[in-house]
Structures are given as C-alpha cells and as structure tokens.
C-alpha cells in the first residue's frame, strides 16, 4: 500500500459545484496533512493544513480529517474555473518531518 | 522578500554529466526537502534534511547527492548514476513540528 493514496481522477465539475477529493493515508502515527494546488507548469501552493479530527474551513474551502479511519478529504464550494487545477494531498510520516505526497488529482471546472 | 528561491529555472545537461541544483530559502526554517516530479505524477521525495549537517534519503535517493552545511543552503547534485534525471525538481522548506512546507519555483533539468 502507498503511503498516500489519492483517486486517480480526472474530476470535472460545472461551475458553481462542490468538488469533493478525498485522500487515504497508510501511517497511523502521521500528524499533519496538508492540501496543496498545483497549475500546470508550476510550483505547488498550500491551501489548506489539518492536524486534528474534524473539519476546517477557509473560505470556500473545507478539509475533512478522520485519523480512525486514515482519511483526509476537501471541499470546494462555489467551484470557479480558476480553481482547476491538480491537487496533491501530502502527511508526515513515522512522527519525523518526512513529508510523502500522493500522485494528485486533476480537477477541471467547466464555465 | 522572504522565500525559497531555486536555481536555475532551466538547465540542461549532457548525459554522463553531474549536475548541481541550488536550492536557497530566508525563512529561516529547519527541515528542507528535495522532491521530482515527472509528467503527470505526483511528488516523490528524493532527500530530506531536518537539521544542519544531517540528511536522510527519501523513496528515490538512488543517483542523487544533498548537503546540508548552513541552514538556508540545500543543495542537490544530480549525478550520472541517475538512470533517467530528466524531470522537474522541486525544494521545499518547513519549520520543525510538522509545519507547512512551502515550495520554490522549481529548476526542469533537460539531460539529452
């Protein structure tokens, strides 16, 4: 089992939508989990870090975190165009600072 | 500004050769990473550092090199026992305790 599981996708929503990815993590001892966008020819940019059970939002995103049952999910509310892109779900490993990222999932929002 | 700057932003090499991508940050975080991402794929951790002067290997060590001798300094060096280093490369950096880690602009190594 890989370290961070993410669905293969592609995803398309139409705008205006919520688009839900979800990610599955194989380290119980992982702390921290993160979701980041990444547009095309860039870099990777955090949008969002969970560290315990339960929701958090920011704005028109939502992420999930279930430590029992090793899943971390997001939320994207009101989707906008400008919000496709691939988004990779990353978590530290083995309570060290080894961040391990999943292969991305590539989301396209339809005007 | 603060940040994490990579250098250079295109690089290509001649097969056989080693290669040194910089990998600079002024936020003055501990840990810094070292990732490579192929098209289509996610990341995939190749070395990581939490501390000056120590380093462990990340999932894809195999035909690469880092140091770690000052804090804001984490070079990785490509060498020609790398099968196949045409790929982007990615550093990051992080404040221990399991922080967010931010990323640098990335270097796409061109090896022909």
């Known amino acids: 089992q890989k370290e961070v599981e993410q669905n293969s996708g592609p995803l398309s929503v139409p705008e205006g939508a919520i688009a839900s990815l979800n990610c599955t993590y194989s380290d119980r001892v992982s702390q921290s989990f993160f979701w980041y966008r990444q547009y095309s020819g860039k870099s990777p940019e955090l949008i969002m870090s969970?560290?315990?059970?339960g929701d958090k939002e920011d704005g028109r995103f939502t992420a999930q975190l279930n430590k029992a049952s090793q899943y971390v999910s997001l939320l994207i509310r009101d989707s906008q165009p400008s919000d496709s892109a691939t988004y990779l779900c990353a978590a530290t490993q083995g309570g060290s600072e080894k961040l391990v990222f999943g292969k991305g999932m590539k989301l396209t929002v339809n005007p | 500004d603060g940040g994490i700057t990579q250098s250079p932003k295109y690089l290509f090499r001649k097969e056989g050769q080693n290669v040194t991508l910089s990998c600079e940050q002024n936020?003055?975080?501990?840990?810094m990473y070292w990732y490579r991402q192929d098209p289509g794929q996610g990341l995939r951790l190749i070395y990581y550092?939490?501390?000056?002067?120590?380093?462990q290997k990340g999932d894809i060590a195999e035909g690469y090199s880092v140091s770690r001798e000052k804090k804001e300094s984490f070079p990785l060096t490509v060498t020609s026992a790398q099968k196949n280093p045409t790929a982007f490369y990615l550093c990051?950096?992080?404040?221990?305790?399991?922080?967010?880690?931010?990323f640098g602009q990335g270097t796409r190594l061109t090896v022909v």
């Open positions: 990051a950096s992080s404040n221990t305790g399991f922080t967010e880690a931010f």
């Open positions: 550092s939490q501390i000056v002067n120590d380093f």
């Open positions: 936020l003055n975080h501990d840990a």
């Open positions: 969970i560290y315990s059970n």
